[in-house]
């Protein structure tokens, strides 16, 4: 599977750091304008704290960001920026995470080779969420328990899969994922397509951005 992404892979801890040293503010002096402590900034910096959007708006405030700042500085924590027409914003909150260092783990783990995911990608036609097709086989597999779990340090959860089949034979994948959603709720699975349809639009619009490709 190839993740081909856009140019927001810097670290979100390098691009706060220079947008922080940039203004000449120390993170004693972010840290009170975010009303955050100092610890924690140092942990985002440094990459052993991972951001919530919240506290990315927070910071973004401090900073007196520009709009393109901001959306840089989401881009690197792994969110999407992009609007979601016709989606409740209860919703696009569930689903609007594309954790870009969760990828570049996955991919340094070779997850890759055993994701239940990924075959179940190839297999279907219709869009999935990943606790549709997660059973107790798999929970009980130790390297597929391991993968979940360190999925969730990544606040990554569930997640929702359009496979994509194209005239010359390869599949390719819209995904999002999340931290906490109910993928019991008939209307968060309504949303969730009409979320990864406007994520399609978008990248045919921008391509390579964010495309999955299964070979």
Not at 188 to 205: F, T
């Amino acid at each position: 599977m190839n993740h081909l992404m856009g140019e927001h892979m810097h670290s979100f801890g390098t691009v706060l750091a220079q947008f922080r040293k940039k203004r000449r503010l120390s993170q004693l002096t972010l840290s009170l304008d975010a009303d955050v402590s100092t610890r924690h900034v140092s942990f985002l910096e440094t990459g052993r704290a991972r951001p919530s959007r919240a506290m990315i708006e927070k910071l973004a405030a401090a900073l007196a960001l520009s709009p393109k700042d901001k959306q840089t500085l989401l881009l690197a924590a792994g969110f999407w920026t992009v609007g979601i027409p016709g989606t409740t914003d209860a919703a696009t909150r569930q689903l609007d995470h594309a954790p870009l260092g969760w990828l570049t783990h996955y991919h340094s783990r070779s997850f890759a080779d055993y994701d239940p995911m990924l075959y179940a990608t190839a297999q279907r036609h219709l869009p999935f969420f990943w606790s549709d097709i997660l059973n107790a086989s798999h929970r009980h597999d130790q390297r597929i328990s391991t993968m979940l779990g360190e999925a969730k340090d990544f606040h990554v959860t569930e997640g929702f899969v359009m496979p994509l089949r194209r005239f010359d034979g390869s599949i390719h994948a819209v995904s999002c994922m999340a931290e906490r959603c109910d993928a019991r709720d008939p209307s968060v699975r309504a949303q969730a397509n009409a979320i990864s349809m406007a994520l399609l639009r978008q990248m045919e619009l921008h391509p390579g951005a964010g495309i999955n490709r299964l070979a």
